[in-house]
């Protein structure tokens, strides 16, 4: 190939018993539409025991394919549960990429005393800088969880690292197969996202801005473009996810991609991965911020579509009798009403308050699979929420049935602090939001015990440098059987 094709970096995810996927992709040339030939090239993957690559446990040749923009996706099986386990690519000449980690998941009858999560959500590359990701890769996590907004649809030419870039090929919107594989390429050259990639399995859903923003199902954000044109973009973006991303192939219909999905670790935890993008329908009250409509009160409304909503109460039922019943998904979760009381009472459309019917269903299936041992866990505000879960928000009385964490962003916002100001004279009206920062870029670490999730907030002081401090900012608790989180 002549140059070392391996730029992009190396990725494991959605690890089970036996194994993961581990990923690369050939890119010899990565913001010019990769460099590769247009044939199909081997690629040689070896997995070990030790980051030294001796002692081997398996090898293979994987197929990296001009389809696919010579990624690679290998789906290994025959490992051990419970273990870590080290990989390498390496391409027909003497070019090998970086070595990878990942821990497989324990057996499901396994009585697990712990499980380290890293949640983290929203990096937008023109933002700023990733020490929240360099964080991670340094922290002892078992498994990274990515809630979307992953990358960024806009263009990237104004951006806050001070990087040229070609002004043909990053100008615009991204909507063309050719420029979102340039945009994921520009995301994952970060040397920050490819350690943290390097360090840990990651487990991914996405957002909206995969595709673009706020768009639902198959309509996009504004009018003005047909459904026709808009469905082909969306494919092209579902496609250069998956061909950037450690995922298990699963088409869907509309040149759709399947996200969600169950991870299990022991009896410990199930992780119910969400795609509240994919399926729903239009915003019933429109676009943006308004009152509550008589169209979002239509039980027909839905957030997941009608087949995974019948997949999540499937879920819900595996879920029983283990020690935490966790819900990975995108969105802000709870209700959030601006100026309540005032003739300027409001909610944000394109979260679960936009479906709010759809979330009490999911709720209230939340509570099949167990009391009092249901986490839930987002991103996409560019804020952190510390949240009780209830069926009647309004009512102080109602119960809480879960937990929420929102993530801050890894960098989106950058330094700047919007969303304090905006947001913070409506927290004291939702009393179940337990904590709210909307300034600060960061990620959570989670600690799943048997009686305990502990829960500790990390805050970068910048993310316009990307050797900036990251410290702990708070840290809450929630026992077994007793919902909703105290600061500690
Ligand atoms: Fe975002």
Redesign the pocket.
Known sequence: LGRDPFTLGVAAGDPDPQGAVLWTRLAPDPLNGGGMPARAVPVRWYVAEDPGMRRLVQRGVAAAVPELAHSVHVEVNGLRPGRDYYYRFACDGDEESAVGHFRTAPLPDTQLQQLRLALCT?QAWNSGYYPVLRDIARSDVDLVLHAG?YLYEYSPLQNARGRTLDAERFSGETVSLERYRDQYALYKLDPDLQAAHAAHAFAVIW?D?EVQNDYSGIHPEKPGVSTEEFIVRRAAAYRAFYEHLPMRSTPAGNGGLRVHRRLRYGDLAQLSLLDCRQFRPANPCGVGESARCEAALDPRMSMLGVGQEAWFAQSMVAAQGLRWNVVVQQLLMAQLQLDAGTPRERFWNDAWDGYPLARNRLLQALQTGGTGNAIVLGG?W?STFVNDLKLDFNAASSPVVATEFIAP?IS?GGDDTPYGPYYGPSIPQNPHIRYFDGDRRGWWKLQLNRQTVDAELRFADSVLRADAEVRTAARFQVVHGRPGAVPV
């Open positions: 929203c907004d957002d801005h996409d560019h962003a989106s």
